[in-house]
């Protein structure tokens, strides 16, 4: 009886459009958490190596970019699936 | 009476004027009418339809065509009015050619034969994206459905959109780049030595069938993670921008949210501009020049 209710209660157009707005909510926050890190990482280790070698900076800067867009594109990975799942 | 800093003052001056907004205009709640995804929306302007294929114009075309357009002719016009004493324009094109010839070309095809075989395609590469991407920010008049009278005329209302915020164009260049740098990879060792190059050297019994497998999926993500990664920068930007300017206000019916979001547009716009356009231009070519590179070295 009272899975029955669970069940029609799920099936129901608002709790699955509630559950879409999550996904993308909580899937893209979670995504950019890990993207925020890795970037920070980046900067991170950048500013250390430029502090002990002020000579290397110009060849740091291209692997800097390099890899702050690949680790930012990880956050995009999140939310366009997190778009995926809102609009399909 | 020691001033209070500027910065307080601002702050202040801006929850003023949002109480100010909010007393005035309150609220109209919800508009159930405005559909943000409406602006990625693609309607056919001039519909074409050959062998069931739709090759309709519509918005994502006119930007294709005008990227392709104004990098050819920008190019072209440089290149015939090259002076001695550069001016302005000469010198940031001259950069761009620095950056895409040394840097990007130079710096990862450590053999010169082939960098300087690859740097017309990888270059291209780079100011066509470049371009694409810029002119994404620029408001052009392409919103059809949506239309503003102006002294009894209908005016599209001006849009932004990029040929990169959809899928289709950064998946067909991506999908050149893939058959480009595993041509080229068959090309100098072969086809059974590229497959070769795919196991590291040293490896041997039972690693060998796995890694290569491994190396293959890694091989065929290349598609997915180049093409996606152009296009949800560029479609996360424009969403940015359109959910900051104006969307989230006319969405929740809310005019007071309008003095917080436009002051966070602002700085989001200047950052897609300054960096996401160029810096996705930059990527989508150096990962080129490196995955031509890795499959043309000797070993792995």
């Known amino acids: 009886m009272e899975l029955g209710v669970l069940i029609a209660a799920i099936s129901d157009t608002g709790i699955s459009d509630a559950g879409k707005a999550i996904a993308l909510g909580v899937g893209a926050g979670l995504g950019s958490i890990g993207a925020g890190i890795g970037i920070g990482l980046i900067f991170a280790s950048e500013i250390e190596s430029v502090a002990r070698q002020p000579e290397m900076r110009n060849e740091l800067q291209s692997i800097r970019w390099l890899g702050f867009a690949l680790t930012e594109a990880v956050a995009f990975y999140t939310f366009i699936f997190g778009l995926i799942a809102f609009f399909l | ?300």
Not at chain 2, 90 to 119: C, H, M
């Open chain 2, 1 to 300: 009476m020691k001033r209070p800093p500027i910065w307080v003052l601002a702050l202040l001056g801006i929850v003023l004027l949002t109480a100010a907004v909010y007393l005035i205009f309150g609220s109209s709640g919800k508009n159930e009418a405005f559909q943000p995804q409406e602006e990625f929306r693609l309607t056919p302007w001039i519909s074409i339809h050959i062998a069931g294929i739709d090759m309709s114009i519509n918005k994502a075309v006119l930007y294709l065509f005008l990227a392709a357009a104004l990098t050819c002719w920008a190019m072209v016009y440089i290149a015939k009015r090259m002076q001695e004493h550069p001016n302005k324009i000469q010198t940031a094109v001259e950069l761009s050619y620095d950056l895409t010839r040394n840097n990007i070309t130079r710096g990862n095809l450590q053999d010169p034969v082939l960098a300087t075989k690859w740097f017309a395609f990888i270059a291209t590469l780079f100011f066509f994206i470049w371009f694409s991407n810029l002119l994404g920010y620029l408001p052009l008049p392409t919103n059809t459905h949506e239309k503003i009278d102006i002294f009894g005329v209908q005016v599209p209302a001006l849009g932004i959109y990029a040929a990169t915020a959809n899928i289709s164009i950064p998946l067909v260049l991506t999908l050149v780049v893939f058959v480009s740098y595993n041509l080229e990879g068959i090309r100098t060792h072969g086809f059974r030595g590229y497959l070769k190059t795919f196991v590291p050297a040293g490896i041997t019994g039972a690693g060998v069938p796995f890694l290569f497998v491994l190396e293959l999926i890694s091989n065929f993500v290349r598609i997915i993670s180049l093409s996606v990664r152009l296009f949800a920068n560029i479609l996360a930007g424009h969403l940015l921008i359109l959910f900051m300017a104006g969307g989230l206000v006319v969405l929740l019916g809310i005019p007071a949210l309008g003095v917080l979001t436009l002051l966070m547009a602002i700085p989001f716009f200047i950052f897609e501009v300054a960096l996401v356009a160029t810096l996705q231009a930059f990527i989508f070519a150096t990962l080129t020049s490196i995955y031509i590179g890795g499959a043309t070295a000797e070993g792995h």
